[in-house]
C-alpha cells in the first residue's frame, strides 16, 4: 500500500513564505509524476504544480513566479516551496502521486494553509 505524508501547513502572513513536503512510502515500482493540489472552502480542488518523471514542471497561472515545485528522488519526497504568500492562496493542500504505467494515483490526507492578511 502506497502512503503520501504531508507536513510543512501552517498559519503565515502575507507576503511570507511555507514550504511543503510530501513522503511517498510503500510498492511504488516507479513514479510517474507527483504534484500539489489545493482546495478552498466552497471551490473545487485544483492543480497547483506538478512534476513528472522527467522533470519537467506545470503550474497553474495563479502561483506562477511565487511557487516552485521539486523533488528528492532518493526520498521519494516532493516539495512545494510557497513564496509571497496570498490570502487567496488559503487552502488545504493535497499532495498527489501517479504511478508510473498503471497512472493509478494515490493522494496524501491534506494539509492546512492559511495566509492572513
Known amino acids: 500500500q502506497v502512503q503520501l505524508v504531508e507536513s510543512g501547513g501552517g498559519l503565515v502572513q502575507a507576503g511570507g513564505s511555507l514550504r511543503l513536503s510530501c513522503a511517498a512510502s510503500g510498492s511504488i515500482f516507479s513514479i510517474n509524476s507527483m504534484g500539489w493540489y489545493r482546495q478552498a472552502p466552497g471551490k473545487e480542488r485544483e492543480l497547483v504544480a506538478e512534476i513528472a518523471r522527467g522533470g519537467s514542471t506545470n503550474y497553474a497561472d495563479s502561483v506562477k513566479g511565487r511557487f516552485t515545485i521539486s523533488t528528492d528522488n532518493a526520498k521519494r519526497t516532493v516539495y512545494l516551496q510557497m513564496n509571497s504568500l496570498k490570502p487567496e492562496d488559503t487552502a488545504v493542500y493535497y499532495c498527489?502521486?501517479?504511478?508510473?504505467?498503471?497512472?493509478?494515483?494515490?493522494w496524501g490526507q491534506g494539509t492546512q494553509v492559511t495566509v492572513s492578511s
Open positions: 498527489r502521486l501517479v504511478v508510473f504505467l498503471t497512472l493509478r494515483n494515490y
